[in-house]
């Protein structure tokens, strides 16, 4: 009877953990489909801008707008030199190997994919950028983690707003928060967010993005399997705060000496949901 029951319970396991990396293949996909949208609009628009100084310039013969075109252009071609790093940065960096990661490169380069977007919807965005340790970490996840949560934000405040990216240090993690200031979420949707497909958006907004559901499940499953935790606070009307914790271990544990407790701060620990 017990034999029996501690099948059924490692059948559960099994499945839960089978299910959980579907979930993070599919968001991975609408991610990488979401991600080829944003940076051919970005590239498009860097095209654009060079296209047109480029005509200028070649129309009116006068130093003055032949320099003023030459120096809008070598600033497009500087924005697209950035894009495809970042492009490059995330398709290179595929490998689900825990690297040394800086964390502040990893927001720089998240920021650059999304700047227009988030212009273009009228949201400022204020860093406020910590000086912290590296951590061990899967560098192409947590910028997934990151996009998810900033499209979120974006979407929360359809007529626009302040977004606060923030990094910081404690003694135990390396936090990063994502403020927004947007219609917040009301406590008996807060515990299921998280839940896979659980969405109240009608479905993907006119960039392509959200209403699957999957966004914050796929986040939290990448931050669980780095060791940390994902906290929210929201407040109806005044906007949401999400922040991811991550531990600042500068090793992943070996079994041996995580066996004999001796690295504590590296253990898993559970992700707080609502909080
Ligand atoms: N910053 C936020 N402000 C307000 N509500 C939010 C915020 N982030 C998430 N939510 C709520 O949580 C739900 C789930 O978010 P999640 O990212 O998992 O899915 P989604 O955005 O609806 O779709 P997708 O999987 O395509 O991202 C959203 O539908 C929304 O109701
Ligand atoms: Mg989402």
Redesign the pocket.
Known sequence: MIDSQQNQLEQLVAENTLLKQRVDQM?RL?ALG?LVSTTTHEFNNVLMTILNYAKMGMRHRDDATRDKALDKIYTAAERANKITNSVLGMARNRSNQFETTDMVKLIEQTMVLLERELSKYRISVELQIEEVPQIQAIGNQLQQVLL??L???R???PDGGQLIVRLYADDQFVNLA?R?F????PQD?LK??????????DG?DESG???????????KNIIEAHGGKIR?E?MVGK??C?TLKLPTGQKRPSPLVAANGLSAAAQPMNASAAE
């Open positions: 968001q609408t979401e998810n949560l499209i979120n934000a979407q929360a405040m994502v927004d947007g219609t917040g979420i949707k299921k967010i998280f839940q896979p497909y659980f969405s109240t958006k993907p993005k959200g209403g699957t559901g999957l966004g914050l499940a796929s986040c929210v929201s906007g949401t999400f």
